[in-house]
């Protein structure tokens, strides 16, 4: 009887899943009907055109249009399509060098966005600034370029020159630069002690070697009496995956969560966690971020906030919390598809907040009144929809879900009205304060050599410098110029002394005027531990900075822009 059990058991069960397959079996022949369905549609609107249509198009450039649409109506300037003749452009050489201007881009709306400026670099020279979108290159409209096509036109062989147009906020017409393209190399890590036993790190990018070049420099300083750090992540625009994680393990204990990726697809399901013990336990520090920190900065500056590790100042930051995997396609093609998007330990979203509509929330540098005016709407709309998501860091800190990193002091470095004006007025000659005082400097250390590194601005210097302004044309109305002094000083201290002493120097002048580096140095010096420095986030300090950073700084222009 117990055998008759086993044996009417298992017909059942063989019954039911051949009854399951088929009807999976039909399932499936469903499925399969409507993509034959659809994929003859599409042959048949292609063969039309081809066939039909008012003007001949050859088939390879309908395909492209095809797969362009499609990519265009994702939404996602991330997802691309990579033609063979981009493959070069592919892999961004991280430790190596290239012909190019020495920028980096972001493709914002439908304009490639410089987002940060290499020091030492054409581009830094010739005046171009974060925030400027590409608008033409070559006389060729850059509008709705991808990254992708961006780099492929502005990299080229050492010593040719490439000739663009940039539009920039506050400028009415395009300003048009020609640059002499360089060997680019790239120094992740700019470090140096602000005194008063704060150490100053400036990271440009997560590239190879990026943590151990960071840990190694953060030693020096600690050596050099270092108790407290600024770890500058400004502007950048992030690089690899691994050493974004292995640059927040030096300030993590071993197994804590880092980031997390969700996906549709299983295997790209993952919990990056620190491999290591931390090395810095005791070092306060204080992470500085504005819009132009994206992806790999996000990664860090929301690890550490989120484990309640450093203090975060600055602005909401660029909100890339994506991941692309590189698919490749007959014919030499590529696809570049985002397939997982990031997650802070607390679970918050890294990609930036979507309107009611779904299209991202974007603050796009140089946008004219009205798409600002739209961006206000649509982030109003968004706000009406739904209340942010609130999320608790380690400590039990509420921090918000919506995209990007709010800091948790915001500040911003900026220009007065005044000087706003100032750089109207340079603009409607193609120049920038930048770019003079990189001509300023050179002549005026050739002229005068023997400078002394503690040197201040001299009023024969500001003489000279007016001089230069007189020769390139630009005539300036003398109350304004006064009003524009400390600025202007700025700029010409930072470049004498990257004439006269590097790039560190050059840094550490331009910093002396910086508000939120200002800030940062206020927290350190009160704050002996980071449980400490954490304390002073509170409704008081907040005021406390953000008073401090109202000081002559009204106009919300990021000073950084020019140069930084």
């Given amino acids: 009887m117990r055998r008759t059990r086993r044996w009417f058991s298992a017909f059942f069960v063989s019954i039911a899943a051949v009854a399951a397959g088929g009807w999976f079996l039909q399932q499936g022949a469903a499925a399969q009907e409507a993509q034959s369905s659809g994929a003859r549609l599409l ?19 309908l395909q492209r249009m095809a797969i362009d649409g499609m990519l265009r109506e994702l939404g996602d300037p ?15 050489t991280t430790t190596g060098n290239y012909g190019g201007l020495g920028i980096r881009i972001q493709r914002v709306g439908d304009w490639i966005t410089v987002m940060g400026i290499l020091p030492g670099t054409p581009a830094e020279r ?56 360089e060997q680019i190399h790239v120094e992740p890590v700019v470090a140096y002690s602000l005194g008063q036993g704060i150490g100053f790190v400036r990271l440009e990018q997560f590239s190879a070697n990026a943590r151990t070049e960071l840990a190694s420099a953060i030693a020096d300083l600690q050596r050099d009496g270092a108790r407290g750090l600024i770890l500058d992540l400004r502007t950048n625009p992030g690089g690899l995956l691994d050493e974004g994680v292995a640059v927040s393990d030096l300030f993590l204990p071993r197994n804590a969560v880092i980031v997390e990726t969700r996906s549709r697809l299983p295997d790209q399901n993952f919990v990056f966690r620190a491999p290591t013990e931390e090395q810095f336990s005791d070092l306060p520090i204080v992470v500085l971020v504005n819009r132009f ?21 600055g602005e909401a930051t660029f909100g890339k919390g994506s991941v692309q995997t590189l698919y490749q396609l007959p014919g030499g093609h590529h696809l570049k598809l985002t397939t997982a998007g990031w997650y802070t330990p607390s679970g918050r979203s890294i990609s930036r907040l979507r309107d009611v509509n779904g299209r991202p929330i974007e603050d796009e540098p140089g946008a004219e009144a009205a798409e600002a005016d739209e ?82 601005v001299t009023p024969a210097m500001r003489a000279a410098f007016r001089d230069l302004l007189a020769s390139e044309g630009v005539e300036v109305d003398p109350d ?5 002094e400390g600025l202007v000083d700025r700029y010409i201290a930072a470049q004498l002394a990257n004439s006269a002493f590097g790039e560190t120097e050059r840094l550490r002048r331009f910093q002396a005027g910086d508000a939120v580096v200002a800030r940062a140095m206020e927290l350190l010096r009160e704050a002996e531990t980071p449980q400490e420095l954490l304390g002073l986030i509170d409704e008081g300090g907040k005021a406390a900075g953000a008073e401090a950073a109202a000081v002559g700084r009204t106009a919300d222009v990021p000073a950084g822009a020019d140069g930084n």
């Fill in 480 to 484: 304004l110029y006064g009003d524009v």
């Fill in 375 to 456: 961006a206000d709407e649509a982030a109003d709309a968004a706000e009406e929809s739904a209340d942010p998501e609130i999320f608790r860091t380690e400590a039990g800190r509420p921090v918000f879900g919506g995209g990007g990193i709010e800091p948790d002091e915001s500040i911003t470095d900026t220009l007065t009205t005044r000087e706003q004006e100032f750089a109207r007025v340079l603009s409607q000659g193609a120049l920038t304060l930048n770019q003079l005082a990189v001509q300023f400097a050179a002549r005026w250390n050739r002229e005068h050599p023997g400078l002394e590194a503690d040197f201040t």
């Fill in 293 to 313: 920190s994206a992806s790999a900065s996000e990664i860090v500056a929301g690890a550490l906030q989120d484990h309640d590790r450093a203090v975060v100042l």
């Fill in 126 to 181: 010739e005046g171009m600034l974060t925030g400027d979108r590409i608008y033409a290159v070559e006389g060729e409209s850059a509008e709705g370029w991808t990254a992708e096509q961006a780099v492929q036109r502005l990299r080229g062989l050492a010593g040719d020159p490439v000739s663009l147009s940039v539009l920039r906020p506050g400028t009415p017409e395009p300003i048009r630069l020609s640059i002499v393209r």
């Fill in 43 to 61: 042959t048949e609107v292609q063969r039309l055109i081809s066939e039909r249509y008012v003007e001949p198009i050859p088939e390879a450039e």
């Fill in 78 to 92: 991330h997802t691309v399509f990579i033609d063979s003749e981009e493959t070069d452009d592919l892999e961004l």
